[in-house]
């Protein structure tokens, strides 16, 4: 691997993660010497990276920091492709037209040098099982949760009753067959699932239900990971 490129894919590294990174955790994802890793990050800081931390107490990258766009290297530009493939087969119109516009963008904001990545790209998403369709325009729960607004919906389980839920949506999970709104159901006082193609009727209300999207998520990964045990 080039100086270069070594020195932008720590930059990506120190993105990715949200806690320091030591110089040996470095050194073993790029398969260099700690020695190179002290060496590039003394660079980076030189340059005007702003990263703040020191060998042996790891290393952080501030906020605010941003690189100029479509810096991509081909593994991941393939994994942007990739999803974008994906989401356009299985996203709600509004997202999977999003998809294919992210894909034309790519195609045509590249360096010549890794044009073939898109162009001759081997990967390709399948399904083989029959999708259900949204019995309404899911791209307003996307909304709502953006907005962190309650959302009421008309929604009829698999023994076909229809109720009435006022929820907090927090996510909408995406599976090969269906997908389904995550939210907290002021109703069961829990969380809940719905799935798209079950809802009846859905309104964004004006009212803004009280914790932040992220709690909930997490407070809903914690009782996932309760159950599966």
């Known amino acids: 691997m080039r100086r270069t490129e070594r020195l932008f894919q720590i930059i990506q590294i120190l993105r990715r993660k949200r806690r320091p990174v030591i110089g040996r955790e470095l050194a073993d994802e790029l398969e260099t010497s700690l020695r190179t890793i002290y060496r590039?990050?003394?660079?980076?800081?030189?340059?005007?990276?702003?990263?703040?931390?020191?060998?042996?107490?790891?290393?952080?990258?501030?906020?605010?920091?941003?690189m100029p766009p479509l810096m991509f290297t081909a593994d991941e530009l393939e994994a942007a492709l990739l999803g974008a493939q994906w989401v356009s087969v299985h996203g709600d119109k509004a997202l999977a037209r999003g998809a294919e516009d992210l894909i034309a963008k790519l195609s045509v904001g590249l360096p010549p040098e890794l044009q073939p990545v898109i162009v001759d790209s081997g990967l390709i998403p399948l399904n083989f099982?029959?999708?259900?369709?949204?019995?309404?325009?899911?791209?307003?729960?996307?909304?709502?949760?953006?907005?962190?607004?309650?959302?009421?919906?008309?929604?009829?389980?698999?023994?076909?009753?229809?109720?009435?839920?006022?929820?907090?949506?927090?996510?909408?999970?995406?599976?090969?067959?269906?997908?389904?709104?995550?939210?907290?159901?002021?109703?069961?006082?829990?969380?809940?699932?719905?799935?798209?193609?079950?809802?009846?009727?859905?309104?964004?209300?004006?009212?803004?239900?009280?914790?932040?999207?992220?709690?909930?998520?997490?407070?809903?990964?914690?009782?996932?990971?309760?159950?599966?045990?």
């Open 40 to 66: 590039d990050m003394a660079e980076l800081i030189v340059q005007g990276v702003p990263i703040k931390g020191e060998a042996g107490m790891g290393y952080v990258l501030q906020d605010g920091y941003d």
């Open 129 to 229: 099982n029959a999708r259900m369709l949204d019995s309404f325009d899911v791209a307003i729960v996307r909304a709502a949760i953006r907005g962190r607004n309650k959302l009421r919906l008309d929604y009829t389980n698999e023994t076909g009753e229809t109720s009435t839920r006022t929820i907090w949506p927090f996510a909408i999970a995406f599976t090969e067959s269906v997908r389904m709104i995550c939210g907290w159901c002021e109703l069961r006082k829990d969380f809940r699932h719905f799935r798209t193609d079950r809802v009846r009727r859905a309104d964004v209300l004006n009212e803004r239900f009280p914790e932040r999207v992220a709690v909930l998520r997490k407070r809903w990964k914690a009782a996932q990971e309760c159950k599966a045990y």
